[in-house]
């Protein structure tokens, strides 16, 4: 009976002793099973309540922890801190911390030995080379080492939770690294740029890509073979490598086989390095790298693969998948890098190609100008002897025809001289011959030509030209080539209003400022950069006349240039005071129709609105104040409507009535009307009347 009881009492000791070790998980289960009294910690039931305690508390948690107790610093962890083990464990286990993590202890033993006196120490994000897969890799920790105190009061173990944080820090590593290569290829213009660029500032690069080879096709070969692939880049291995030949078959087999690599046109791992090409020293590390990753390059749109880009793999990193997407951001940024500098290539190549084309038009329309003169300066001497000949005077019907033949020949003669002032100008031929002029009294003389001209037509005609302090030095025929230009455009595109010229001194005192300002219809703003280009036109602009070769503003503004000084423009549809005016005011119209616009629609259209509340006929939204709007010089009517919107009128229209369409001219503002049957009831009539009005 007295036995029993002591038996009852003698295992209900012994749970009691592992009560501590109850759970754990696998851990746990792994400590229960072990024989410690093989190891310096003794068998369980000997170990002492502190030593108990933290590993209740290591095995409780679900953070990685590690217990290191006793002078061997033997090791008790966690299911947590199992991944950290890496193919260490299960031996990592009671195993003594600094001959299991002999490799980390140039950069942690120092702390490990400070927390064995008292000290606590936290590290975030350390480097370190961990042997856990059989060979040295690359890991980062965040840990901390906090001293177990026992009853005496003495450090009887090191209490360290731990957590990795490889895969954050890499990231953000290989993230820098590629934008800065991709912020230094992307300046190149060619590819030897490129290729020089791919050399990294510094080591960075090169802890996740040991070296690169960039190859370039240079020959498709056919389908038999034939493909060459040249070496134009090279990083992180020295001239004259097994690893980079300077050509290489593409469809060759051996070394990188390439055409392994392309087949799926994503890259593909080389490994076994040593092997194919025989021993080599590739840097940062003491042993060279055993892979690299070949990678097809392929430019936006075509199908055919520039070439190749070689990237060696970390001696110190498995290839994971985090890694191979970085190879493909790495590709990536080489497939932009060369297709911009093909595009630029192409473009250097297109403008080089404009640049010709240009430089033959210009010879053409120089040799064109020779070649008109000497027709033209024969035809104007004949002419002119004609009219001045006062022994045998011409009739009066054939002295006004020679009078226009003659004046035509002039203004011919006129545009000939300027393309052949342009092309010399362009041509580098024209020489300047400065000399210090009153330069007001020379523009108000010049100005003064168009004075009859200006008021011929109309218009109010300024011409400010203050003295200035100091004579300006200048070319006086250029200065009236300059002067006559701005004048005769101004005149030309100014069909009511006033011209104005002022002459002013410039902010510096040395300098004079001419400006030329007209009430002309103004100049669109998508026009305005293009004003100065050599035979463009404005197209849709109201003027005078239309003659010219739009060399004109080309040659005004070389010309400006050869004085060192510069031109501008400023304008505005509609902006000048009286066209701002008439544009506003309502145009005559025919009978009952009204030429306006909303603000809403894109067309403009003739119609007979009932009351004062207009409506457009093209949104159908309606007005108080409709904006006038100038019509164009020929206008199509609207097909008829039996049944308006906005009102009832198919009774007003009959078979003896007749429809007015109205056509008003933008140049005069007068209108032209035009009146046919109206549409019968059987049959609808939709026809459009094109109107031009007889004025112009």
């Known amino acids: ?333 080489f497939n932009t890098a060369i297709g911009n500098v093909l595009a630029y290539e192409q473009e250097q190549r297109r403008a080089a190609a404009l640049a010709e084309i240009d430089k033959a038009k210009t010879a053409f329309f120089s040799n064109v100008s020779h070649e008109f003169r000497t027709p033209l300066t024969l035809i104007l001497g004949p002419l002119e002897d004609a009219l001045a000949d006062a022994g045998e005077p011409l009739p009066p019907r054939q002295r006004e025809r020679i009078d226009v033949t003659n004046r035509n020949a002039l203004r011919l003669l006129k545009l000939v001289n300027s393309l052949l002032d342009f092309s010399r100008i362009e041509a580098g031929r024209v020489q300047a011959r400065y000399a210090p002029v009153d330069l007001a009294r020379l523009t108000a003389n010049l100005a003064s030509v168009f004075t009859a001209a200006m008021d011929k037509a109309g218009l109010a005609y300024h011409v400010e030209t203050p003295a200035l302090d100091a004579p300006v030095y200048v070319d006086l025929d250029m200065w009236e080539k300059i002067v006559f230009n701005l004048l005769s455009n101004a005149f030309k595109f100014t069909l009511s209003g006033a011209v104005t010229l002022t002459l002013a001194p410039g902010a510096d005192g040395r300098t004079a400022r001419l400006t030329v300002r007209d009430t002309g219809s103004g100049i669109p703003a998508a026009e305005l950069p293009r004003v100065f280009e050599r035979f463009h036109r404005v197209e849709g602009v109201q003027g005078r006349s239309y003659e010219g070769t739009g060399i004109g503003l080309a040659l005004i503004q070389e010309l400006v240039r050869l004085h060192g000084g510069s031109i501008g423009v400023e304008s505005e549809v509609g902006a000048a005071p009286l066209s701002t005016s008439r544009f506003r005011s309502a145009p005559r119209t025919c009978r009952r129709s009204t030429w306006w616009r909303c603000r809403t629609a894109t067309t403009m259209r003739a119609w007979a609105p009932p009351s004062s509340r207009r409506r457009c006929a093209g949104c159908r939204t309606s007005s108080r104040r409709p904006t006038p709007m100038p019509p164009p010089a020929t206008m199509r009517c609207p097909p008829w409507r039996p049944r308006p919107p906005w009102r009832n009128a198919r009774a007003s229209w009959s078979p003896t009535t007749t429809r007015t369409c109205a056509a008003m001219c933008a140049r005069c503002w007068s209108v032209s009307t035009l009146s046919r049957p109206a549409p019968t009831a059987k049959r609808r009539w939709r026809p459009s009347c094109a109107i031009r009005p007889t004025c112009c």
């Open 1 to 333: 009976m007295g036995q029993q009881v002591t038996a009852g009492t003698g295992v209900a000791e012994a749970a009691d002793d592992l009560s501590w070790l109850s759970g754990g998980g696998e851990m746990g289960q792994l400590i229960r099973s072990m024989d410690w009294s093989a190891t310096a910690l003794g068998p369980l039931s000997g170990w002492p309540q502190s030593l108990r305690t933290s590993v209740s508390l290591c095995l409780s948690s679900t953070f990685p922890i590690l217990v290191a107790w006793g002078q061997d610093d033997i090791q008790i962890y966690n299911d947590a801190y199992r991944p950290i083990c890496g193919a260490k464990h299960p031996e990592a286990m009671g195993a003594p911390f600094k001959i299991c993590w002999a490799t980390a202890l140039p950069v942690v033993g120092d702390a490990f030995d400070r927390a064995h006196t008292g000290e606590g120490v936290y590290i975030r994000d350390q480097r370190m080379f961990l042997d856990r897969y059989g060979y040295l890799e690359e890991a980062f920790m965040t840990f901390s080492f906090s001293p177990i105190r026992v009853e005496s009061g003495n450090v009887g173990g090191i209490f360290h939770p731990i957590t990795e944080s490889t895969a954050q820090v890499l990231n953000a590593r290989r993230t820098q690294s590629l934008r800065d290569l991709t912020g230094r290829i992307a300046r190149s213009r060619t590819i030897a740029e490129l290729a020089g660029l791919m050399e990294s500032d510094g080591e960075t690069m090169a802890l996740d890509v040991p070296f690169m080879l960039l190859y370039e096709l240079v020959d498709a070969g056919t389908e038999e073979g034939g493909a060459t692939l040249r070496l134009r880049g090279r990083t992180g291995l020295p001239a004259g490598s097994a690893l980079a030949p300077v050509e290489v078959d593409a469809n060759a087999g051996a070394g990188w086989d390439f055409a392994a690599a392309l087949a799926p046109a994503e890259g593909r791992l080389v490994d076994d390095l040593a092997q194919r090409f025989g021993a080599f020293d590739c840097a940062p590390y003491p042993e060279p790298p055993a892979g690299a990753m070949v990678l097809p390059l392929f430019v936006a749109g075509s199908d055919t693969p520039y070439g190749m880009l070689v990237a060696g793999v970390s001696a110190r990193r498995a290839l994971d998948d985090d890694y191979r997407n970085f190879y493909e951001l790495l590709r990536a940024a």
